[in-house]
């Protein structure tokens, strides 16, 4: 089975800390991917990675900065948390290809106050 | 650019009723199409896949078909269980580039009754 873990369920951080997201798969993926999931807004792409050291940005990457430098491993960077970034934060992996399924993590419920 | 367009929920129904859930897209070229289901407290799963048009993607009991003509990649299920209340993510994949992009829709909460 695939599996893509991330580093915790549950973070509360202060506003103006740094905080690191981890996400881990076991699948040999080339493609990562960060998402935010906030209600009445969906899922929405912040960054992407299609493979070691290759990143992009998504839709909404203000705020944010990411790490990929093994293949399994790709790690979400807050530089600065702030209140507005207060959301669930989902990683997601798979094969290269454009009708690939994509594979989630469980999330984590990121609280900056 | 791409876009998912999913019906407002919630959408309560009692168990053994039929369940609708429309989804409607705008995309150029021919988009893959998917529905994903979160249950309360876990990440997405996939729940069923179309690739071409007229196609149609099955999977416990749930079946959407990819209509071209219409746009459209409406969920059905003939008979819901409690076990199914969850919220439902529409979203399509483009096919252009190594690392094409899901664009998902705001999702849609089903709760089941008894």
């Known amino acids: 089975d695939v599996k893509v873990t991330q580093s915790s369920r549950y973070l509360v951080k202060r506003t103006g800390e740094k905080v690191f997201l981890e996400c881990v798969q076991d699948?040999?993926?080339?493609?990562m991917f960060w998402y935010r999931q906030d209600p009445g807004l969906g899922l929405r792409l912040i960054y992407f990675s299609y493979d070691v050291k290759m990143k992009e940005k998504g839709d909404i990457p203000e705020g944010y900065s990411v790490s990929r430098e093994k293949k399994e491993r790709f790690s979400l960077i807050l530089e600065s948390a702030s209140t507005n970034q207060t959301s669930m934060y989902l990683c997601?992996?798979?094969?290269?290809?454009?009708?690939?399924?994509?594979?989630f993590g469980p999330g984590t419920r990121l609280t900056v106050t | 650019g791409n876009s998912v367009t999913q019906m407002e929920g919630p959408v309560t129904l009692s168990e053994e009723a039929f369940l609708t859930i429309n989804c409607t897209y705008t995309?150029?070229?021919?988009?893959?199409l998917f529905w994903y289901v979160q249950y309360p407290g876990e990440g997405l799963q996939l729940l069923l896949k179309a690739t071409k048009a007229d196609d149609k993607g099955s999977n416990k009991g749930f079946e959407a078909t990819y209509r071209k003509e219409t746009t459209s990649f409406h969920l059905e299920k003939g008979s819901v269980q409690v076990s199914d209340s969850a919220v439902y993510f529409c979203?399509?994949?483009?096919?252009?580039?190594?690392?094409?992009?899901?664009?998902f829709g705001t999702g849609t909460r089903l709760q089941v009754t008894l």
């Open positions: 699948m040999d993926h080339e493609n």
């Open positions: 995309a150029t070229g021919y988009p893959s």
């Open positions: 979203a399509l994949s483009d096919r252009t580039g190594t690392a094409s992009k899901l664009t």
């Open positions: 997601a992996s798979r094969w290269t290809g454009g009708n690939r399924e994509q594979y």
